[in-house]
C-alpha cells in the first residue's frame, strides 16, 4: 500500500528520518466507530503526517442507482449515513422530484422538514455524544442516546422502522402520520431542551473536554471554502453559508423566522462542537414552528399525475386506480424522466448532501451521484491533525463526524 | 410559486455571469444551457480549464461537487464521458455547473486542484470509477477500490454483477501489505 501524501506536507527536513515511525490505526478501532484506516507517521507522539486510507465499505451504491427505480434506490440511500437517514431520503426524493417537476403538497413539505430537523438532531447528537465519549466523558454520550432512542421511536411510529424507515416517495410520503405521531413529537419538542441542557453543563465547562478540543484542528475560512467543505465544519469556521436559508427548499422559506444560521469564528473542535449544540436549539424551534402550522391536506400529490402509487382501496376497487398502479410497478411503464439530469442540494446535518441525478426518460436513473459530505470532509484530515498529539486524532475524527458508510458508498 | 420566482432570478444573474465570461474569453469558448435552477456552461474538453479558472476569478470560490457519467447508451449522446463541475459563490450564494465531455481512448482532462484542493478525492474518485485521468493531480489513484482492481465499475459496459473479481481475488500476504 502506496503511503504517499503527495502534496504541501512534506516530511521534516533531516538527513536521518529513521525517528520516524508509521502506525496503523484501523481499519476496526473503537475510536473509528466504523470502518476506516489512517496510516500515522509519528515523530515520538507527534503526527508528520496522517494518510488516510479509505475504500473498506465500498459496496458500489451508485452503481445500484443505477438499476433500481426512484422508489427502490430510497432503501439504499437509507444506508449512506445511517445516522440520520430520513436525511438522505429527502435529499434523494428532493433531486428525483425536480428533475421530475413535481411539486409536493404543503403537508408533504412539512413532515419532510419535521423530519430533516429531526434527523439533524439526531446527526448532531450522536456526533457530540461520541465526541465526548472518545475523550473520556461517558455520560454525556448516554444523555445524548436517550434523546436518540426517542427519535427512532418518532419514526418507527411514522414508518413503522426504526433504523431505515425509507419514508419518503416520489411525490409525498409512504403514508400520512397520524396523531399518535404528532403527540410524540410535541413531546419530544417539550422535553428535548432539559436533556440537551444536562449535555451541555457535563461539557460546555469541562476542563478535560475543553483542553483537549481547543485549539485542535484548526480550519481557516479560507481553507474551508477551498477544500469545499460545507455545514457544521464550515459555519465554525466562520463561512456564512446554509443552504436552508440561501437556496430555501421544502418549507424552510415559510420557517425562515424560526431559526438563525449558527456560526463560530475559531474553527476548532470546541467551536465545532458548540455550533452543533446550539444549531439543534435551532433546529427544535423550527420542529416546534412546523408542528404547530402543520397543515391538513393530503399527503401526496394527485394520484391522477401518475407519479405516486394510489392507495391500497382504489388498486382493489377501481379500474383507474388499479392501472395507475401496474402503470408504477412495470418496469417497461414508471415514471417518465426528462431526458436531463440536475444537481439538487440539501442541508443535511453533516453538511451539503446532494443528488445527481441523469435522466434517460425511464423510471430509473441514468446516474445517481452522491455528494457524500463525508467524503468530502475526510480529505481535511491530513491537514488538521499536522503537528498535534497521537491522543488529538479521537479529537478530530470525532468532531469531523466521518460515517464510514457514506463516506464509501 | 416562490420556486419559479427563484428560478427567474437564479437565470437572470448567471445571464449576466455568462455574458461577462463571454467577453472575457469569447464568445465561441462555451455553450449554455439551463434546466429548472440548474445552469450550465458546456465546453470541450481543452477548453474547460480557461473557463474553470475564469470563474474561479470571477469569484466561484467553492467546488461543491464534480463527478461525471459514462453516456455510452444516453439516447443523442455524442461523446462517451461527461464530468461536472458544480460551483460556488459563497459570498453571493450562485451556483454555476460546467460540463464537458471526453472520449476513448485515454479519456483525459486536467486536473483542477491548482484552482480548488478540495477536487483531490472527487478527482480520484472520478478516475476510480470511470477511469478517466487528470493531469497534473499530484496524487491519482484508486480510492474506493484496491489498486489491484483492474476494471471502472461505474462505466455502462462494466456489468452489476461484476466481472468475478470477488471470487478470483489474489489474497494479500502479509509482507506485501
Given at each position: 500500500m502506496p503511503l504517499e501524501l503527495a502534496d504541501a506536507i512534506a516530511l521534516p527536513d533531516s538527513p536521518e528520518k529513521d525517528y520516524l515511525y508509521t502506525l496503523n490505526f484501523g481499519p476496526q478501532h473503537p475510536a473509528t466507530h466504523t470502518t476506516l484506516r489512517l496510516i500515522l507517521t509519528l515523530d515520538g507522539e507527534t503526527i508528520v503526517r496522517a494518510v488516510p486510507d479509505i475504500g473498506y465499505l465500498h459496496s458500489g451504491f451508485e452503481k445500484l442507482g443505477e438499476h433500481l427505480d426512484f422508489n427502490q434506490y430510497v432503501t439504499i440511500v437509507d444506508r449512506m449515513n445511517y445516522i440520520s437517514p430520513v436525511a438522505n431520503e429527502i435529499a434523494w426524493?428532493?433531486?428525483?422530484?425536480?428533475?421530475?417537476?413535481?411539486?409536493?403538497?404543503?403537508?408533504?413539505?412539512?413532515?419532510?422538514?419535521?423530519?430533516?430537523?429531526?434527523?439533524?438532531?439526531?446527526?448532531?447528537?450522536?456526533?457530540?455524544?461520541?465526541?465526548?465519549?472518545?475523550?473520556?466523558?461517558?455520560?454525556?454520550?448516554?444523555?445524548?442516546?436517550y434523546q436518540r432512542e426517542k427519535i427512532y421511536d418518532i419514526q418507527e411510529t411514522a414508518a413503522g422502522q426504526r433504523f431505515h424507515p425509507s419514508f419518503t416517495r416520489v411525490g409525498g410520503l409512504m403514508r400520512d402520520v397520524d396523531d399518535d405521531w404528532i403527540a410524540k413529537v410535541r413531546t419530544f419538542?417539550?422535553?428535548?431542551?432539559?436533556?440537551?441542557?444536562?449535555?451541555?453543563?457535563?461539557?460546555?465547562?469541562?476542563?478535560?473536554?475543553?483542553?483537549?478540543?481547543?485549539?485542535?484542528?484548526?480550519?481557516?475560512?479560507?481553507?474551508?471554502?477551498?477544500?469545499?467543505?460545507?455545514?457544521?465544519?464550515?459555519?465554525?469556521?466562520?463561512?456564512?453559508?446554509?443552504?436552508?436559508?440561501?437556496?430555501?427548499?421544502?418549507?424552510?422559506?415559510?420557517?425562515?423566522?424560526?431559526?438563525?444560521?449558527?456560526?463560530?469564528?475559531?474553527?476548532?473542535?470546541?467551536?465545532?462542537?458548540?455550533?452543533?449544540?446550539?444549531?439543534?436549539?435551532?433546529?427544535?424551534?423550527?420542529?416546534?414552528?412546523?408542528?404547530?402550522?402543520?397543515?391538513?391536506?393530503?399527503?401526496?400529490?394527485?394520484?391522477?399525475?401518475?407519479?405516486?402509487?394510489?392507495?391500497?382501496?382504489?388498486?382493489?376497487?377501481?379500474?383507474?386506480?388499479?392501472?395507475?398502479?401496474?402503470?408504477?410497478?412495470?418496469?417497461?411503464?414508471?415514471?417518465?424522466?426528462?431526458?436531463?439530469?440536475?444537481?439538487?442540494?440539501?442541508?443535511?446535518?453533516?453538511?451539503?448532501?446532494?443528488?445527481?441525478?441523469?435522466?434517460?426518460?425511464?423510471?430509473?436513473?441514468?446516474?445517481?451521484?452522491?455528494?457524500?459530505?463525508a467524503f468530502i470532509h475526510f480529505q481535511l484530515f491530513p491537514y488538521l491533525m499536522q503537528g498535534h498529539q497521537l491522543s488529538d486524532v479521537v479529537a478530530v475524527l470525532g468532531s469531523l463526524n466521518i460515517i464510514a458508510a457514506e463516506l464509501d458508498r | 410559486m416562490a420556486d419559479t420566482e427563484r428560478i427567474a432570478v437564479v437565470r437572470e444573474r448567471f445571464d449576466a455571469t455568462a455574458s461577462l465570461l463571454r467577453g472575457k474569453l469569447g464568445s465561441d469558448v462555451f455553450t449554455t444551457s439551463t434546466f429548472r435552477d440548474n445552469c450550465r456552461l458546456i465546453a470541450s474538453s481543452d477548453k474547460v480549464y480557461v473557463i474553470l479558472e475564469a470563474c474561479k476569478l470571477h469569484g466561484f470560490d467553492m467546488l461543491a461537487d464534480m463527478s461525471g457519467a459514462d453516456y455510452l447508451h444516453y439516447p443523442d449522446a455524442k461523446d462517451r464521458y461527461g464530468v461536472w463541475y458544480c460551483l460556488v459563490n459563497t459570498s453571493t450564494g450562485e451556483r454555476v455547473i460546467v460540463k464537458t465531455y471526453v472520449n476513448d481512448p485515454n479519456p483525459t482532462l486536467p486536473s483542477v486542484y491548482g484552482l480548488w484542493k478540495g477536487c483531490d478525492w472527487m478527482e480520484r474518485e472520478v478516475y476510480d470509477m470511470y477511469g478517466i485521468e487528470f493531469k497534473g493531480h499530484p496524487d491519482l489513484r484508486r480510492i474506493l477500490l484496491p489498486d489491484e482492481f483492474s476494471s471502472f465499475p461505474l462505466r455502462k459496459d462494466y456489468p452489476m454483477r461484476g466481472k468475478g473479481e470477488r471470487h478470483n481475488f489474489n489474497p494479500i500476504l502479509r509482507s506485501e501489505s
Amino acid at each position: 500500500m502506496p503511503l504517499e501524501l503527495a502534496d504541501a506536507i512534506a516530511l521534516p527536513d533531516s538527513p536521518e528520518k529513521d525517528y520516524l515511525y508509521t502506525l496503523n490505526f484501523g481499519p476496526q478501532h473503537p475510536a473509528t466507530h466504523t470502518t476506516l484506516r489512517l496510516i500515522l507517521t509519528l515523530d515520538g507522539e507527534t503526527i508528520v503526517r496522517a494518510v488516510p486510507d479509505i475504500g473498506y465499505l465500498h459496496s458500489g451504491f451508485e452503481k445500484l442507482g443505477e438499476h433500481l427505480d426512484f422508489n427502490q434506490y430510497v432503501t439504499i440511500v437509507d444506508r449512506m449515513n445511517y445516522i440520520s437517514p430520513v436525511a438522505n431520503e429527502i435529499a434523494w426524493h428532493n433531486a428525483v422530484e425536480k428533475l421530475l417537476g413535481i411539486e409536493l403538497t404543503p403537508r408533504a413539505k412539512y413532515i419532510r422538514t419535521i423530519f430533516a430537523e429531526l434527523s439533524r438532531i439526531h446527526d448532531h447528537l450522536l456526533c457530540c455524544g461520541a465526541a465526548a465519549l472518545d475523550l473520556g466523558g461517558f455520560t454525556a454520550f448516554l444523555y445524548a442516546f436517550y434523546q436518540r432512542e426517542k427519535i427512532y421511536d418518532i419514526q418507527e411510529t411514522a414508518a413503522g422502522q426504526r433504523f431505515h424507515p425509507s419514508f419518503t416517495r416520489v411525490g409525498g410520503l409512504m403514508r400520512d402520520v397520524d396523531d399518535d405521531w404528532i403527540a410524540k413529537v410535541r413531546t419530544f419538542v417539550k422535553e428535548f431542551p432539559k436533556a440537551h441542557s444536562d449535555v451541555r453543563r457535563l461539557l460546555d465547562r469541562n476542563r478535560i473536554f475543553i483542553e483537549r478540543t481547543q485549539g485542535i484542528g484548526v480550519l481557516t475560512k479560507e481553507m474551508a471554502i477551498n477544500m469545499s467543505v460545507t455545514g457544521p465544519l464550515a459555519r465554525s469556521a466562520g463561512v456564512v453559508r446554509d443552504l436552508r436559508k440561501d437556496e430555501p427548499y421544502l418549507a424552510y422559506g415559510d420557517l425562515a423566522g424560526a431559526f438563525k444560521v449558527v456560526c463560530a469564528t475559531d474553527g476548532d473542535c470546541f467551536s465545532r462542537y458548540l455550533v452543533r449544540m446550539e444549531e439543534m436549539l435551532h433546529s427544535l424551534n423550527i420542529i416546534n414552528a412546523a408542528i404547530e402550522n402543520l397543515p391538513t391536506g393530503p399527503v401526496n400529490v394527485d394520484a391522477n399525475s401518475k407519479v405516486v402509487l394510489p392507495n391500497q382501496m382504489s388498486v382493489y376497487r377501481s379500474i383507474e386506480g388499479l392501472i395507475h398502479h401496474f402503470e408504477l410497478i412495470m418496469t417497461n411503464r414508471q415514471w417518465k424522466s426528462p431526458v436531463e439530469e440536475c444537481y439538487a442540494a440539501t442541508e443535511s446535518a453533516n453538511g451539503e448532501l446532494a443528488f445527481y441525478v441523469v435522466g434517460d426518460g425511464s423510471g430509473t436513473a441514468y446516474r445517481a451521484r452522491t455528494r457524500p459530505p463525508a467524503f468530502i470532509h475526510f480529505q481535511l484530515f491530513p491537514y488538521l491533525m499536522q503537528g498535534h498529539q497521537l491522543s488529538d486524532v479521537v479529537a478530530v475524527l470525532g468532531s469531523l463526524n466521518i460515517i464510514a458508510a457514506e463516506l464509501d458508498r | 410559486m416562490a420556486d419559479t420566482e427563484r428560478i427567474a432570478v437564479v437565470r437572470e444573474r448567471f445571464d449576466a455571469t455568462a455574458s461577462l465570461l463571454r467577453g472575457k474569453l469569447g464568445s465561441d469558448v462555451f455553450t449554455t444551457s439551463t434546466f429548472r435552477d440548474n445552469c450550465r456552461l458546456i465546453a470541450s474538453s481543452d477548453k474547460v480549464y480557461v473557463i474553470l479558472e475564469a470563474c474561479k476569478l470571477h469569484g466561484f470560490d467553492m467546488l461543491a461537487d464534480m463527478s461525471g457519467a459514462d453516456y455510452l447508451h444516453y439516447p443523442d449522446a455524442k461523446d462517451r464521458y461527461g464530468v461536472w463541475y458544480c460551483l460556488v459563490n459563497t459570498s453571493t450564494g450562485e451556483r454555476v455547473i460546467v460540463k464537458t465531455y471526453v472520449n476513448d481512448p485515454n479519456p483525459t482532462l486536467p486536473s483542477v486542484y491548482g484552482l480548488w484542493k478540495g477536487c483531490d478525492w472527487m478527482e480520484r474518485e472520478v478516475y476510480d470509477m470511470y477511469g478517466i485521468e487528470f493531469k497534473g493531480h499530484p496524487d491519482l489513484r484508486r480510492i474506493l477500490l484496491p489498486d489491484e482492481f483492474s476494471s471502472f465499475p461505474l462505466r455502462k459496459d462494466y456489468p452489476m454483477r461484476g466481472k468475478g473479481e470477488r471470487h478470483n481475488f489474489n489474497p494479500i500476504l502479509r509482507s506485501e501489505s
